[in-house]
């Protein structure tokens, strides 16, 4: 075996270990397998989330050779937090947990000695889907009341500071949508169309 492949497979073997704890936290549990949306009734999953991905399927794939290095294992193992994030709304149970799991790897594999340049987690959205879900967000943040707006202020502040903006000589902040990034914005436009779904659904059952 080349030296190369050494260190990559020593690497892969200790995100495996990684893995494996994982998988032995309890509330790992809802991220062992794939999101059964259609038995959840979720009917708009595969309409938000393009690229799923759990702790089974990475495990899967490493048993099968899928991984090259730990930055290729890193990026599943992303991708899962990231889709949890995505999808759900912030503050909710499982939002919460998905940051916490996100911490505990991230905090394990940076641990690890690794080969090579860190290749980044790149969006897969192209600059039209930014664009599209900037102007969604602009839409959306008229439809939502004070606490609402307050719950987006607050995932903002959270992932893009920069993009907030203190007015002069008043209490109101303005929000640079410009420089809010996709995964946040993504994030945020969730949030406000359950809200505004709800708020329908009360409507129409009052």
């Known amino acids: 075996m080349s030296k190369k492949k050494e260190e990559s497979s020593g690497e892969l073997q200790t995100c495996i270990g990684i893995l494996e704890e ?9 991220f062992r397998q ?6 959840l009734s979720l009917a708009d999953y595969p309409k938000v989330i393009k690229r799923p991905m759990d702790l089974g399927t990475v495990q899967k794939k490493s048993v099968d050779g899928k991984y ?4 290729q294992f890193a990026e599943d193992m992303r991708l899962i937090w990231e889709n949890a994030k995505t999808y759900n709304r912030p503050g909710s149970g499982i939002y919460l947990v998905a940051e916490q799991l996100q911490d505990f790897w991230e905090k394990k594999f940076k641990r690890i000695q690794k080969r090579g340049t860190k290749r980044m987690f790149e969006e897969t959205s192209t600059q039209g889907d930014a664009e599209q879900a ?5 839409e959306l943040i008229k439809k939502l009341n004070s606490d609402q707006i307050g719950t987006i202020v607050d995932l903002i502040e959270k992932n893009c500071p920069a993009a907030l903006h ?3 000589c008043e209490e ?7 420089e809010i990034d996709l995964k946040t914005l993504n994030q945020c436009n969730h949030y406000a169309e359950d ?3 709800q708020a329908k659904r009360r409507r129409k059952n009052p």
């Open 22 to 30: 994982m998988f032995k936290k309890p509330e790992s549990e809802p």
């Open 34 to 39: 794939p999101v059964d949306w259609k038995g």
């Open 68 to 71: 090259e290095d730990a930055w």
């Open 134 to 138: 900037r102007y969604r967000f602009t």
């Open 166 to 168: 203190e007015e002069d």
């Open 172 to 178: 109101d902040l303005e929000i640079e949508v410009s």
């Open 195 to 197: 809200c505004v779904s």
